[in-house]
């Protein structure tokens, strides 16, 4: 049977700042730490199976004498902290000059220029937490049909809009303009549809979200991968992250539990290669709205579906678990932070309790999978294939 990795980026769960943080404006961050230490204890029997406790330097959950996955951690050094740098880095590729920020909103000339092709009026353009801009302006929008534009501490420009007042094929219409718009010298990681309904005082943001991405400026281990004939499937907004290159299958996802629902169909199915998933809530639900509770909640609610995600796997798959930043919810403000991410990496064929120390890349995991799958390995990453497989 042909080998499959499964890997899987649960968006934010960063395990402690890197030496550089402090150049970030990030100090003491923890994602999972800090959410551990304000309960005292949180319930992930399975990740800690897995020995995230062993990981060197993550000492807020207890080690076991046993661990049954491989385990460690692994530096970012991309220039940034967000989830298309991350992604990037971890195929691959390395992100050395950071993603334009508008830290005061766009230039005019750019908010005249998308008004202008896009036949619309812009209300907000500046940085502001998308719940925060639709209490803010949602009800002018409903009655001016103007859109909301704002940014973030992130590169991206984001189109918010009522599916009831402008419809989701005008809103990815805007964002395909917005994304030509910003190129070159203002080239952005992310034009992001942030579509929403309900009413006054009561709106709500829905699955729809579309995220527009740059190309990745060269190929990643996903073409690859393709290349060699296997598959690239895509779970959540894996597609998104790297505007369809290297991919050849893709379903988006409602929410964590729908990511992992479709990552266990896709398992279940005969396919071969790479199964691809991101669960987005960790960052977009609960780290960016400083929702530790929400947080805690669904660390405990993706634990508790790994044991039905490993019951599906077949005798030579390979499941890696690991993330792309930090979003530590419990630290100032709404920004990411720059975190080590855990690696945890679990087969029938994998070795049990080995200690991978602390990679100096994201690229590692790019490079071990490629690896695993035969396929051509990148310009960064060394792999631990070596390592961990028996």
Same mark, same amino acid.
């Given at each position: 049977?042909?080998? &499959? ?17 402090? #150049?970030?404006?990030?100090? =003491? ?36 004498? /046993? ?38 909103? %766009? ?46 501490? $992130? ?27 910003? &190129? ?5 990681? &992310? ?5 929403? *309904?309900?009413?006054?005082?009561? %709106? ?22 393709? /290349? ?6 895509? *779970? +959540?907004?894996?597609?998104?992250? %790297? ?15 729908? +990511? *992992? ?7 279940? #199915?005969?396919? #071969? +290669?790479?199964? %691809? ?37 077949? $005798? ?11 979003? $530590? ?23 049990? =309790?080995?200690?991978? +120390? ?33």
């Amino acid at each position: 049977m042909d080998k &499959r990795v499964i890997l899987m980026v649960l968006d934010s769960v960063g395990i402690g700042q890197l030496p550089d943080s402090e #150049k970030f404006g990030d100090v =003491g961050v923890n994602t999972l730490g800090n959410i551990i230490k304000t309960y005292g204890k949180i319930n992930i029997p399975n990740l800690t199976k897995m020995g995230i406790g062993n990981i060197d330097g993550f000492n807020e959950v207890d080690p076991v004498e /046993n661990p049954i996955a491989s385990f460690g951690k692994c530096s970012e050094v991309s220039q940034g902290k967000d989830t298309t740098t991350g992604h990037w880095e971890m195929v691959g590729l390395r992100v050395d000059k950071p993603f334009k920020t508008f830290p005061n909103g %766009f230039p005019k000339e750019i908010i005249e220029e998308f008004e202008s092709k896009t036949g619309r009026k812009v209300v907000g353009n500046k940085p502001a937490s998308g719940t925060a801009i639709l209490e803010e302006l949602g009800e002018h929008h409903m009655k001016t049909k103007d859109v909301i534009v704002y940014t973030s501490a $992130d590169s991206v420009f984001q189109i918010a809009a009522h599916e009831e007042v402008i419809p989701l094929e005008e809103l990815y219409e805007m964002c395909k303009i917005a994304r030509e718009i910003m &190129r070159g010298d203002n080239a952005v990681a &992310r034009i992001i549809a942030r579509p929403f *309904v309900g009413t006054p005082g009561n %709106f709500t943001r829905t699955a729809n979200r579309r995220d527009f991405s740059l190309d990745p400026y060269e190929d990643t281990i996903l073409d690859n991968i393709k /290349n060699k004939g296997l598959d690239v499937i895509a *779970v +959540g907004k894996i597609e998104d992250i %790297f505007n369809g290159k290297g991919i050849t299958e893709a379903v988006h996802t409602k929410s964590n539990m729908d +990511g *992992v629902d479709k990552t266990i169909e896709y398992i279940k #199915k005969e396919n #071969k +290669g790479l199964i %691809f998933t991101n669960l987005v809530d960790f960052d977009s639900k609960y780290g960016h709205r400083r929702n530790v509770e929400g947080y805690k909640n669904a660390i405990e609610e993706l634990d508790a579906r790994i044991p039905e995600i490993i019951e599906n796997m077949r $005798d030579e798959d390979i499941l890696i678990l690991t993330a792309d930043h930090g979003n $530590d919810p419990t630290y100032k403000g709404t920004d990411h932070t720059r975190e080590y991410v855990p690696v945890l990496i679990y087969g029938k064929n994998v070795k049990s =309790g080995v200690n991978l +120390g602390i990679r100096k890349t994201f690229a590692d995991i790019g490079a071990t999978v490629a690896d695993i799958l035969g396929a051509t390995l990148p310009k960064n990453g060394e792999s631990f294939k070596s390592l961990i497989l028996k």
